[in-house]
């Protein structure tokens, strides 16, 4: 029997979901799934990331992690976004990263992926459910199941509550405000425990 394929896909320009991801990628491993963790590519010019030097240190620091393609999408059973919130969106990185999905999509291979999404916003009511809600739309066209957590586990509270997927508050200092590590885990666990019962091998 073969082990369930996770793929943990992020974009973070600061680190936040770097570490949202990170914390994924340990649970999955956990559960007993082979994982791949890649970032969505930076397609933001230079002289915008240099302007920022919290951008241009983490660009820096993790450019020896893989950068996620198509492929990695049809090797995953499941995957696991983490996302940061621009006005209440999806950054236009990831936006792009999915708009090159369309061969995919094209010949059915995203069918019954078994999806779930993460994300940060500097304000606690700054537009993370609308960015994973706003992700999910684009994986119901896939023909994507989306394992939401929902209130699945005491974690979910513990975490903010946030049912479409954990969510954390990050000050300008990158302080993540609230302790979602458990929530992330549990939702990192329940995805490869639904992808593993759909896509047993
Ligand atoms: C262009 C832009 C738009 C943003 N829009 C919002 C917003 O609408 N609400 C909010 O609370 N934070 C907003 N933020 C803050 C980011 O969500 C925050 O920096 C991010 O979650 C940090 O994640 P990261 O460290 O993984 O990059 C915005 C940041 C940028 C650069």
Do not use: C
């Not at 680190?15 to 791949?36: D, I, M, R």
């Not at 992690?65 to 976004?81: Q, R, T, Y």
């Not at 405000?177 to 992808?195: G, L, M, N, S, Y």
């Amino acid at each position: 029997m073969s082990l369930t394929n996770i793929a943990v896909v992020y974009y973070s320009s600061t680190g936040t979901n770097y570490k949202l991801a990170k914390w994924a990628e340990e649970a999955a491993k956990e559960a007993g799934a082979e994982v791949k963790l890649v970032r969505v590519a930076e397609t933001a010019p230079e002289e915008a990331i240099a302007q920022n030097p919290a951008w241009k240190q983490h660009l820096e620091e993790t450019k020896d992690v893989p950068v996620a393609s198509n492929d990695d999408l049809e090797w995953a059973d499941g995957f696991i976004f983490s996302v940061p919130t621009r006005f209440g969106n999806v950054p236009a990185q990831v936006k792009s990263f999915l708009d090159a999905t369309g061969g995919l999509w094209f010949n059915g291979k995203l069918v019954n992926k078994v999806v779930s999404a993460m994300s940060s916003a500097q304000n606690p009511h700054g537009g993370q459910e609308q960015t994973i809600t706003n992700l999910y739309t684009t994986m119901f066209h896939w023909g994507a199941i989306v394992a939401a957590p929902g209130y699945s586990d005491q974690s979910v509270f513990a975490g903010g509550g946030n049912p479409y997927g954990t969510s954390v508050t990050v000050d300008q200092d990158g302080n993540m405000q609230e302790d979602v590590e458990a929530a992330v885990k549990h939702q990192a666990k329940r995805t490869v425990d639904i992808a593993s019962r759909i896509h047993s091998k």
